[in-house]
Antibody, heavy 120, light 109 residues
Framework: EVYLVESGGGLVKPGGSLRLSCAAS????????MIWVRQAPGKGLEWISY????????YYADSVKGRFTVSRDNANNSLFLQMNSLRVDDTAIYFC?????????????WGQGVLVTVSS | FLLTQPPSVSVAPGQTASISCGAD??????VHWYQHKPGQAPVLVLY???ERPSGIPARFSGSNFGNSATLTITRVEAGDEAVYYC?????????????FGGGTKVTVL
């Protein structure tokens, strides 16, 4: 069974930084591209980042481009999201997501999410 | 590229709920659907317009024609109450990205 466990969330002041981690198990992590999705309070789901299995291809939503950096460590089955210059509107639950391997991407497996609160 | 969903749908138990997801020529995209209950991780209920992942009951079905994709839930149960999101993966324009609809709250009366 696929397990994705996020960590690293918490309360941070505007302009601050936070690094999220996602520990993956139950599948061959190095064979899969990975995704981050977030949900702000009372809002819908928002895709924010994609990283290919080799880290050769990385994409971001316009809302986080230039502030967030996604990375991975295939040797340790881990996905990361470095979040800098955080804003109040970055407050959200952040989900680590494994998409399908082939074809138009859909999001097969989700972690439980980790809460990030940006507030002074 | 925007995906438009109705904010809410209400349905009596045992009846059928239909949730639309609209965009220009959406039929040219593969549309996927997620069920999201409060405090839980979203769950994929349909992919590639109408395919069901293992464990998803046959009461969930989908279609995609013209400018609208539809998720249909037949014989609705209390446990189906959730927010449902459609999603596509946009690529081919040099800016690959995931796009979600705004979500539809399904209320079981």
């Amino acid at each position: 069974e696929v397990y994705l466990v996020e960590s690293g969330g918490g309360l941070v002041k505007p302009g601050g930084s936070l690094r999220l981690s996602c520990a993956a198990s139950g599948f061959i992590f190095s064979n899969y591209n990975m995704i981050w999705v977030r949900q702000a309070p009372g809002k819908g789901l928002e895709w924010i980042s994609y990283i290919s299995y080799t880290s050769n291809y990385i994409y971001y939503a316009d809302s986080v481009k230039g502030r967030f950096t996604v990375s991975r460590d295939n040797a340790n089955n881990s996905l990361f999201l470095q979040m800098n210059s955080l804003r109040v509107d970055d407050t959200a639950i952040y989900f680590c997501v494994r998409p399908n391997r082939d074809g138009p991407l859909h999001f097969d497996s989700w972690g439980q999410g980790v809460l990030v609160t940006v507030s002074s | 590229f925007l995906l438009t969903q109705p904010p809410s749908v209400s349905v009596a138990p045992g009846q059928t709920a239909s949730i639309s997801c609209g965009a220009d020529n959406i039929a040219s995209q593969s549309v996927h659907w997620y069920q999201h209950k409060p405090g839980q991780a979203p769950v994929l209920v349909l992919y590639d317009d109408s395919e069901r992942p293992s464990g998803i009951p046959a009461r969930f079905s989908g279609s995609n024609f013209g400018n609208s994709a539809t998720l249909t839930i037949t014989r609705v149960e209390a446990g189906d109450e959730a927010v449902y999101y459609c999603q596509v993966w946009k690529s081919g324009d040099g800016h690959p990205r995931g796009v979600f609809g705004g979500g539809t709250k399904v209320t079981v009366l």
